[in-house]
């Protein structure tokens, strides 16, 4: 048969998760009071458990943690993919601004100078708020040229026959449609160009490819 101590261990763990009948737990306590060995175990069982509880609380804080730094890393990348998108919506429509405020007007070979003059009198009556600039064909192929970079030489043919028109280049920022309507049928006019009606990611993107 088991001696007192015998029994009081067995019944320490219960003791110390505070799940033992009362009647148990009076026999335990009194067993403590004279038994300093028992005492003993039942200071380590609650400081096993005291460690235990901490590990618990230690694994807990980690996985929190982890959780926490991966939802971050989630976070971050979300708010930076925002700005980058932005970013680049605020360049696309700049870019857009810049460009719908601009009209080329391409000329005829043949047209006369009294008629460039009635284009241009005719654009600056309708917006004094204009930058306007006419090109000659020798300078839409030094244009041309300058575009081409190290591949310039491939428009050595075209000196004497010069296929770019000459143009009016037009910078404004207001009345883009009603310049267009009231010059388009004027003698002299090729061809007129404007990009108020374009996808500005298109004109972006293919600025950027062009460049």
Sequence with gaps: MKNECDVVKDLLFSYSDGILSETSKELVEEHLKKCENCRDI???IKQDGNDQKQTKEIDLFKSIKKKLSKKNIIILIGIIFLILILIFNVLVFYHYNQIASTMEIYL???ILDEEIENIKNKIIEISDNIELEYVSKEKSLEKMRSKFGDKANL??????????PASIEIKTNTKIKEIESSIQDMPGIKKIVTHENNNPYELFIFDILIK
């Design 42 to 44: 039942l200071q380590e």
């Design 108 to 110: 005829e070979d043949n």
């Design 155 to 164: 428009l050595d043919n075209y000196e004497q026959n010069n296929p770019f």
